[in-house]
């Protein structure tokens, strides 16, 4: 496997659309049902512009040179009010056939390395309370609970809840 790590550009839009699709049919863990997001290559290309150009939007992404394929991504967004601008929301997806090869904790670490060079101070997410997967590199990164949402997540098979986590940097 010959992969690149690196931000996201405007070009990758529809390869993006293509990441998502495979994300949503291929885990729960993720917010979208199959088929539920409706983003146009225009709408995506326009939103990896915009991060492109915000300092308020990171995204990296898993190349992999051989296929031309985004194995995954990992972004992270935050408020641009001077109040909460510190703290980072992030999220992270990864084909299943890339899972389990480091390429989560890769993402992460390049993540947290951008959030130390822009003035974060505080790193957030939250996940499912049964992606035991995500929640074991999460605290290996060093990411602590915080809290629990009852019932955070409607899936088909009914109502799940999500921790928060978070780490101070
Ligand atoms: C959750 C997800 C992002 C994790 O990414 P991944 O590439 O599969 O995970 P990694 O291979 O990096 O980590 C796997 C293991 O190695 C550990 N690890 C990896 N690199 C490491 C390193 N350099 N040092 C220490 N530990 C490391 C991880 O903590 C984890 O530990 P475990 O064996 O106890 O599970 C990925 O599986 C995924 O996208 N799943 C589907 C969607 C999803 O759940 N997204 C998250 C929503 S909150």
């Not at 199959?34 to 915000?54: C, K």
């Not at 060093?142 to 009852?150: A, C, L, N, P, S």
Request: glycine content about 4%.
């Amino acid at each position: 496997m010959n992969i690149n790590v690196r931000a996201a550009k405007e070009s990758d839009a529809a390869a993006f659309l293509d990441l998502w699709d495979a994300l949503d049919s291929e885990t729960e863990f993720m917010l979208y049902e199959p088929d539920e997001r409706q983003a146009s290559l225009e709408t995506q290309q326009s939103n990896l512009a915009n991060a492109e150009s915000s300092d308020n939007v990171q995204i990296f992404v898993l190349e992999d040179v051989d296929t031309d394929l985004l194995a995954g991504f990992c972004a992270g967004r935050r408020s641009s009010n001077l109040r909460d601008k510190h703290s980072l929301h992030m999220v992270a997806g990864i084909r299943q056939a890339y899972t389990g090869k480091t390429w989560g904790y890769t993402l992460l670490k390049e993540l947290e390395s951008w959030a130390r060079e822009n003035d974060v101070s505080r790193l957030e997410l939250s996940v499912m309370v049964n992606n035991t997967k995500a929640i074991a590199l999460y605290e290996k990164l060093g990411y602590k609970f915080e809290g629990t949402k009852i019932n955070a997540v409607k899936l088909k098979s009914g109502f799940v809840d999500e921790h928060i986590m978070a780490k101070l940097i």
